[in-house]
């Protein structure tokens, strides 16, 4: 079980809030001259020193039992020909991190996943 902060707390148990959490991903590989850095949102945030650029994706995480292999989906649109060709070239496998941060908190990360 991880801990979250009280604001995170608050917001997944209110009815209605006004804090909106965002999922963020980090694609890397060798033959990326710069990791590509994500954010589920419609513009643009910095997180922990880190651009975000805003592009639509979708995120589901694994489970957290320690015995099984971490896996989740990810399902990133494409609305960009330049972000799939990117990702097409990539020769063998590339690493993913996500995360999910606060808006209002954007320093602070909530869920971290390798």
Do not use: K, Q
Not at 42 to 51: A, F, H, K, P
Not at 90 to 103: D, E, H, N, Q, R
């Amino acid at each position: 079980m991880r801990d979250l902060g009280a604001t995170a707390i608050e917001s997944a148990y209110d009815h209605e809030t006004s804090e909106v959490w965002l999922p963020l991903i980090t694609v890397s590989h060798a033959s990326l001259g710069s990791p590509i850095n994500l954010v589920a949102n419609s513009v643009d945030i910095t997180s922990n020193g880190t651009l975000y650029t805003a592009f639509p994706f979708r995120i589901r995480f694994s489970d957290e039992n320690p015995d099984n292999v971490g896996r989740g989906t990810l399902e990133i649109d494409n609305v960009s020909t330049e972000l799939v060709t990117t990702l097409r070239s990539i020769a063998g496998f590339p690493t993913v991190s996500a995360g999910v941060i606060l808006a209002s908190e954007p320093d602070t990360e909530i869920i971290t996943r390798l």
